[in-house]
Nanobody, 123 residues
C-alpha cells in the first residue's frame, strides 16, 4: 500500500506561481513512476505531468509544457510540481498518483491516488 498526500494548493492571480507537493508513505520502495493530474468542474481528469523516479525522466502535457516543472526527491519520498505563469484555465483540483508504466497519460494506469489539492487562478 502507498499513501499520497498533496499540499500547496491555493488562490493565485493570473500569471502567478504555485508549488504543489506530494508526500508518499507506505511501500515507497515499490514506486516506479509518479504523476500529476487535474480535474476541473464538469470535466474529465486530465494528465499534467509524469516522472520516472530512477533517472528523473519527465513527460508533460502540451498545455503545461514550458510553464510547469515536475521533480522528485527520492530521499524524502516527495514529488513537486512547480507551476509558473498560471492561467485561469489551470484552475482545478490537482491529484498525484503512482504508476508502473512510463510514460503514460492514462488515469487508469495509475494505481494509487491522493485526495487532491485545489488550485484556483483568478483573472
Amino acid at each position: 500500500q502507498v499513501q499520497l498526500v498533496e499540499s500547496g494548493g491555493g488562490l493565485v492571480q493570473d500569471g502567478g506561481s504555485l508549488r504543489l507537493s506530494c508526500a508518499a508513505s507506505g511501500r515507497t520502495s515499490s514506486i516506479y513512476v509518479m504523476g500529476w493530474f487535474r480535474q476541473a468542474p464538469g470535466k474529465e481528469r486530465e494528465f499534467v505531468a509524469t516522472i520516472r523516479l530512477r533517472g528523473g525522466n519527465t513527460y508533460y502535457a502540451d498545455s503545461v509544457k514550458g510553464r510547469f516543472t515536475i521533480s522528485v526527491d527520492n530521499a524524502k519520498n516527495t514529488m513537486d510540481l512547480q507551476m509558473n505563469n498560471l492561467k485561469p484555465e489551470d484552475t482545478a483540483i490537482y491529484y498525484c498518483a503512482t504508476s508502473n508504466i512510463y510514460p503514460t497519460m492514462a488515469p487508469e494506469r495509475y494505481g494509487y491516488w491522493g485526495q487532491g489539492t485545489q488550485v484556483t487562478v483568478s483573472s
